[in-house]
């Protein structure tokens, strides 16, 4: 049992150029979710899905694209990286409906840095 | 004033000790509290809800102070193991159940 894959883990970008990262679970959870981690802040939003073909917005979405095609599956494109996109992205899963109690399942992370 | 607040530490204690650590929240309709854990360049992982009645886990103690909006990290007999950040995070009962994240405490435990 994988829990929440992510590729790739280390990636470096120039400015103005794009990137999908991917995000795989395999543990049928219909909630899944994209946060960039900065240093001296907590774990922001960028945007979520509750289950196939439904996305929504986090609180930092601008820049972002994602789509959600399969229960598994939920890649966030980088439309055009900039150097404020520099961070740690992790995907989350979990099951919801478990009266708000959202115990999340991360990915081992995406470190990415934009030039 | 951010909405979920912790000291960033680091909090350095000798192993064995005993150490706590609180979190406080600004939204007086948080419904859930957890706490997690991350290691140094790793993803988090859930440590322990928090529960209104206050819950243990082996040597962790978790408390919930509604009326202050504060949540409570206890560590007993502290192990070298238990080095890492400590994040707290709230949920706030909307359509979007969105997490609100704390940026963290980190703890050092020193042999």
């Known amino acids: 049992n994988a829990g929440v894959t992510q590729t790739p883990k280390f990636q470096v970008l120039k400015t103005g150029q794009s990137m999908t990262l991917q995000c795989a679970q395999d543990m049928n959870h219909e909630y899944m979710s994209w946060y960039r981690q900065d240093p001296g802040m907590g774990l922001r939003l960028i945007h979520y899905?509750?289950?196939?073909?439904?996305?929504d917005q986090g609180e930092v979405p601008n820049g972002y694209n994602v789509s959600r095609s399969t229960t598994e599956d939920f890649p966030l494109r980088l439309l055009s990286a900039a150097p404020s996109q520099t961070s740690v992205y992790f995907c989350?899963?979990?099951?919801?409906?478990?009266?708000?109690?959202?115990?999340?399942?991360f990915g081992a992370g995406s470190r990415l840095t934009v030039l | 004033r951010k909405e979920v607040e912790q000291d960033p530490g680091p909090f350095n204690v000798p192993e064995g000790a005993t150490v706590a650590f609180n979190c406080t929240y600004s939204n007086s309709a948080s419904q859930s509290f957890f706490w997690y854990r991350q290691d140094c360049r790793k993803e988090p992982k859930l440590l322990m809800s928090v529960y209104s009645s206050g819950n243990e886990d082996g040597r962790f103690t978790a408390q919930l102070n509604r009326a202050s909006q504060y949540i409570s990290l206890l560590i007993r007999d502290s192990k070298l193991s238990d080095s890492a950040t400590y994040l707290c995070v709230v949920n706030v009962m909307d359509s979007n159940y969105q997490l609100i994240w704390g940026a963290g405490t980190k703890l050092i435990i020193k042999p």
């Open positions: 989350a899963s979990s099951i919801r409906g478990n009266g708000g109690a959202n115990v999340l399942t």
């Open positions: 899905s509750v289950g196939a073909g439904i996305t």
